[in-house]
């Protein structure tokens, strides 16, 4: 079991929602109109007997609007469950939005996941990667394994619109990443 | 769905806690529901928003992964206890078969409703297991002595017993984490591919070996036992019909089968069940070899996907026998309410798992949104299933869409309903292995049994239609 937990925060309408990464029994809430800033204590949650501190993530932050089940000293709450709403305005210092990672295409070649599922880059944990940056792919090369619905798919380079060799210039998802049907894999330069 | 209305009669629990998803925890609350208990779903965030826990209490334990939902034990435990639950059901697959939780759960003053800890613990460990079924009467698959250590001993016991050889998941279940090496230098990646398989599917990547029989027929065991001793069997299904491992169909009564073998191999089972202290539903699961001689392949402490086909058949006073509702009355201490001589085995079942999967391309998986789902109805017809229009298949799980069994009073009868049944069954939105079923219902080799696990009765299809089950089983 783990000694700290930290929230997962989302950003909706203007303020950041606070959910608990797991089930259990959450105490000692902050109080209505109380800061949080990033990182700070949010109370603790209580599984199977065990009291686990809980945090607030680093990237949120703000003047508590709505407390779960306020007033009770202890709630049964799960994954799902908005514990705090916030409202970054009058936080004092702004909190920066989560810049979404600029995936701006480059205008280059892209290999797509055929399907969704998770990937892995090697073939087994303690085997090399199918692919490096740098390498050249050819058409019915492994490119990485794809794990959907527990089966393991191996995903073979290849498909309308590719070249039959390419120089593989970035690999986008990182190892055990779920990816969906159509994400890049491989961003390819001419070989 | 409703909500059952009724308290449940005295000395069962009044709120369950369902550990598991999809087809499994909707057939779990069906039974929940008939005895007037409340079941409490708990869900993965995929799951959260389905139809068939819509209408019933809910916990969500996390993101759809299961590593982070269905296979936590403190996740499930602390959502039992805090949503007033004085029983856990764990379904089958995901962690019901791992003593730890069941001890996990115990030890949180909720009732673990499968075998004890203990029992799970013994016939989880492949060499304790064999050797407490040798002792009993029933006949071994040659192998190695419990898990192995490395790739190393892998080879070794392989030269010992002989290739080819099946490597097989420890914690396995479901065909998942198997993978067969015909030589020495097939092992290495036979064994790396089984423990990543294993590790993805059931959190441990320990995995042991058996000599393969080949041209065998997979047979097992329904056994049910409560705490005072007494076990009964429910008959044999026969699951000879299998791709990867992976059961298509499954039948009983289990046809060529001996006589004097399958009484022989029952009155084993029954000792053996009732020697090593188990209790609730399990299954013996065995190989019947070219010989006829069935051997102890393990011990599923769980119920099983096709426990259906023996529900279909088995009666007891007049009633028929619910396994889920017997395994909750023997957890809350009920002793069986029948014994073998009251059990009557009628007529014949089959049973056909319809995956979301493409035939024509590999069985490729395939996640996606049932823009139709249409199921059959009629005499002799069950549709167990958690799908319902408009339901998005996640990709996180395995693809089972429902379970489509039938009952006739013979075998062909049973046949020729699942024909039926299946020409009736319109699912739209996702690829389906309906149509695989129904060219395997419909070869010469299924419909005469003339078959083992050597390739799959009528199919591929030829492109006349006509079955290549001889090329197959040649």
Redesign the interface.
């Known amino acids: ?1 783990s000694e700290s937990l930290v929230a997962r925060a989302e950003a909706k309408d203007g303020l950041f929602l606070l959910r608990p ?5 959450w105490r000692e809430a902050p109080r209505k109109g109380s800061l949080v800033t990033p990182g700070a204590p949010i109370g603790a949650i209580e ?2 007997g065990q009291r686990i501190p809980l945090f607030a993530p680093h990237d949120a932050a703000g003047i508590v609007t709505e407390v779960f089940d306020e007033g009770r000293a202890r709630s ?1 709450v ?4 908005v514990l705090l709403r916030l409202d970054p305005e009058g936080a004092g210092e702004a909190v920066a939005a989560t810049a979404a990672a600029g995936d701006a295409a480059e205008g280059g070649l892209v290999f797509a996941s055929p ?3 998770r990937f892995y880059a090697k ?5 090399p990667a199918f692919l490096k940056v740098g390498d050249v792919v050819e058409t019915g090369q492994a490119v990485c394994l794809l ?7 191996r995903v073979t380079y290849g498909g309308p619109g590719l070249p039959a060799r390419a120089k593989v210039a970035a690999i986008v998802p990182a190892d055990g990443d ?1 990816i969906d049907e159509g994400a890049p894999i491989l961003r390819l330069e001419e070989a | 769905m409703t909500e059952a209305s009724s308290s449940p009669p005295a000395g069962l629990f009044h709120r369950l806690f369902i550990a598991n998803r999809g087809e499994v925890a909707a057939r779990v609350a069906r039974a929940c529901s008939h005895l007037g208990i409340t079941p409490v779903f708990g869900v993965s965030e995929a799951d959260a928003d389905a139809a068939y826990c819509a209408d019933h209490e809910r916990v969500v334990l996390g993101p759809g992964r299961s590593a982070q939902s269905y296979l936590d034990p403190e996740r499930l435990v602390q959502a039992a206890v805090q949503t007033g639950c004085t029983a856990l059901h764990p379904g089958w697959g995901f962690l019901a078969e791992s003593p730890r939780f069941a001890a996990l759960t115990e030890a949180h003053g909720v009732t673990f409703l499968g075998p004890p800890a203990a029992a799970m613990l013994l016939m989880g460990k492949k060499t304790p297991a064999k050797r407490a079924m040798g002792k009993a009467g029933l006949t071994l698959i040659p192998g190695s002595e419990g898990v192995l250590a490395d790739v190393d001993e892998a080879r070794a016991v392989a030269e010992e017993v002989g290739y080819p050889v099946l490597l097989k998941a420890e914690s396995g279940g479901g065909g998942r984490g198997m993978r067969i090496a015909r030589s020495a230098d097939e092992i290495e990646r036979a064994f790396a591919e089984a423990s990543g398989e294993s590790l993805a599917a059931f959190g441990d990547d320990r995995l042991y070996l058996e000599k393969l029989v080949e041209r065998g027929r997979h047979v097992e065991i329904q056994l049910l036992a409560d705490k005072y001793g007494n076990v009964v069997h429910l008959g044999l299904r026969d699951c000879t019909v299998q791709r990867n491992h992976q059961k298509l169909i499954e039948e009983s009564p289990a046809p060529l089968l001996d006589d004097a073998e399958r009484e022989r191999t029952l009155a084993a089972a029954i000792e053996a069940t009732r020697a090593i202290g188990y209790v609730g539903a399990g299954t013996m699961e065995l190989l019947q070899d070219k010989d006829g001689t069935l051997r102890f392949m393990e011990m599923n402490t769980r119920l099983q996907v096709e426990h259906t086909v023996s529900e279909m058949r088995a009666k007891a006073h007049g009633q028929p026998i619910d396994l889920v509702e017997q395994q909750i009355r023997v957890g809350a201490g009920q002793p069986l309410a029948f014994t073998q001589d009251d059990i009557v085995l009628e007529g014949a079942a089959i049973e056909c798992r319809i995956n979301a999967e493409d035939p024509s391309d590999d069985f490729r998986p395939a996640p996606g949104k049932l823009t139709k789902f249409e199921l059959p109805e009629g005499e002799g017809v069950r549709v167990d299933t958690h799908a319902a229009p408009d339901y998005v298949v996640p990709p996180f799980y395995d693809s089972l869409l429902c379970k489509v069994i039938t009952w006739g009073k013979d075998r062909d009868e049973a046949i020729e309903r699942m024909i039926g049944a299946l020409e009736g069954l319109t699912i739209e939105g996702v690829p389906t292995t309906a149509s695989m079923h129904l060219a395997i219902l419909r070869s010469e080799a299924f419909r005469t049994s003339a078959y083992d696990t050597g390739g799959i009765p009528g199919w591929p299809a030829d492109a006349d239609g006509t079955a290549d089950a001889a090329k197959e089983n040649g």
Request: hydrophobic fraction near 35%; charged fraction near 15%.
């Open positions: 079991m990464p797991t089930v259990g029994l599984v199977l049964p799960d994954y799902a469950t399907m969704s599922g073939p087994s944990p303690d085997q794990e959907v619905m527990k089966t393991f798919n779920d």
